[in-house]
């Protein structure tokens, strides 16, 4: 519930200020914070770890959109994702960079005495789950792929 109270702290703010940008992105929060207490089995109330996971998918939607924008050269639609991505960000945990998921990563295939790439379903599995919301999915794999290989 922290997560809701926070968004709707920022909403007020943001239309005080008229910062447009903020305001279309703390919508979009807020939508999914909704939707994800609507759906069955949720009884009008979300945790911190759905939380998280809903907000982990739309910073995902929201790089995967710049990207495709900026190869397209649609400068006007990517510096909208850009903007959504920042404030989406403020509410993530702070990400891993790439050497402390490669540290991560090396602990996990001693643990799992994984040995090629074969292993690599296994390693995956348990840094999925000890990685989730530090880092992302497919940095995970990159570099469990290059550490196997």
Same mark, same amino acid.
């Given at each position: 519930?922290?997560?809701?109270?926070?968004?709707?702290?920022?909403?007020?703010?943001?239309?005080?200020?008229?910062?447009?940008?903020?305001? =279309?992105? %703390?919508? @979009?929060?807020? @939508?999914?914070?909704?939707?994800?207490?609507?759906?069955?089995?949720?009884?009008?109330?979300?945790?911190?770890?759905?939380?998280?996971?809903? %907000?982990?998918?739309?910073?995902?939607?929201?790089?995967?959109?710049?990207?495709?924008?900026?190869?397209?050269?649609?400068?006007?639609?990517?510096?909208?994702?850009?903007?959504?991505?920042?404030?989406?960000? =403020?509410?993530?945990?702070?990400? %891993?960079?790439?050497?402390?998921?490669?540290? @991560?990563?090396?602990?996990?295939?001693?643990?799992?005495?994984?040995?090629?790439?074969?292993?690599?379903?296994?390693?995956?599995?348990?840094?999925?789950?000890?990685?989730?919301?530090? @880092?992302?999915?497919?940095?995970?794999?990159?570099?469990?792929?290059? %550490?196997?290989?």
């Amino acid at each position: 519930m922290a997560l809701e109270q926070n968004i709707m702290a920022e909403m007020k703010d943001a239309m005080k200020s008229k910062n447009e940008a903020v305001l =279309r992105s %703390l919508r @979009a929060i807020k @939508a999914e914070i909704i939707k994800a207490k609507t759906e069955p089995g949720a009884n009008g109330e979300i945790d911190e770890a759905t939380e998280q996971k809903f %907000l982990q998918k739309m910073m995902k939607q929201r790089k995967d959109s710049f990207e495709i924008f900026t190869q397209q050269g649609r400068a006007d639609l990517a510096i909208k994702e850009k903007e959504e991505m920042d404030v989406i960000e =403020r509410f993530l945990p702070k990400q %891993l960079n790439e050497a402390e998921i490669k540290a @991560a990563v090396k602990n996990i295939i001693a643990e799992t005495g994984a040995a090629s790439a074969a292993d690599m379903g296994k390693v995956m599995g348990v840094a999925s789950k000890q990685l989730a919301g530090k @880092a992302d999915g497919k940095t995970i794999s990159a570099v469990v792929k290059e %550490l196997l290989a």
